[in-house]
């Protein structure tokens, strides 16, 4: 195992590194299977922000926040997605500043979590973005069990300002992330 | 059907009502199966709030969101749970202001979200919070699949100033949402 290994305390003590710098914890008592807790690394939060689909988006308004679930495709440090009008769309304009939650569940209870802190970024339905929109619209229409039927399909919209689509990305400037491996399920 | 119903063109244009009071919308073409998106009540939001576990918690800080899955347990307008030391509650320390979003996948492509607005309202380890801990944790306690393992155990944590554990609750001032129907699932 990595450096920084510790015994956490029965009662989810495991979770107190969060923000700290150890990068393996354990947390073992006789209610609970032997987890291990890790900070992931930066290659490692980009490899599964890249292999998912489907995040959280946070963004915020006059210190509100607001929180949807959003389709997207990520490319070269950036996470591209396309949006209808609405609140959303009203308030990432007004404060680019954005959060993305992306997790996958494995065996057991195993997971991963991560989270990028970006800036949104509107691309207009102009010269010098289409390559970008057909690109991510490739990599979105592979997705084909959309969360939001209807908000995305595999159709590229008409490049034209009647588009009701408004394609974005989010430029990603800090990821962190973490994993629980469930010991119990390890081969 | 209720009123407001309205034929969707294709390309998802059913989802551009975000915000709009129209309470159906269709979405039906050749590619799709018909679905139907519909805004929930307060009430319908309220009841999928109340039945699940399992949120996405969103808070900000100096206009930059911060999103986390966390584990909760509604009663009485307040959804209630527990954290350990970290940089969310750090955040709402500073900013109560925060979303709660909850979800529910259904048969075939159905679901159904709702998103509560409120407030953060640290609940410390005294005299007067005992029964709301207690209740709390009775509840949370039920959901034995915790995604954090550790984070939340079902053990009443030791009321004292020691407890590593933050006892909150949200109390939500607004909520919104929505549920697709895929009418091709239904009986």
């Not at 991510?136 to 997705?143: E, F, G, M, N, P």
Request: hydrophobic share 35%; aromatic share 8%; glycine share 8%.
């Amino acid at each position: 195992m990595a450096a920084g290994v510790s015994t956490a305390a029965p009662g989810g003590e495991s979770l107190a590194a969060r923000g700290e710098n150890s990068s393996c914890h354990y947390s073992d008592n006789e209610e609970e299977a032997m987890m291990i807790i890790r900070e992931l690394t930066h290659n490692q939060c980009i490899s599964l922000i890249e292999a998912k689909r489907v995040a959280r988006l946070g963004c915020s308004l006059d210190g509100q926040p607001y929180v949807v679930t959003i389709f997207y495709a990520y490319a070269e440090g950036h996470a591209y997605a396309f949006t209808l009008p609405g609140r959303k769309l009203d308030i990432m304009r007004a404060n680019p500043k954005v959060a993305l939650l992306v997790e996958e569940t494995g065996s057991g209870r195993s997971w991963k979590s991560a989270m990028a802190e970006g800036s949104f970024e509107e691309l207009p339905d102009r010269i010098g973005h289409k390559t970008l929109r057909e690109r991510a619209w490739t990599l979105l229409s592979k997705y084909s069990d959309w969360w939001e039927p209807g908000a995305l399909k595999p159709e590229l919209p008409p490049v034209t300002d009647q588009s009701p689509h408004t394609f974005f990305r989010i430029h990603i400037d800090r990821v962190t992330g973490r994993e629980a491996i469930d010991v119990e399920e390890q081969p």
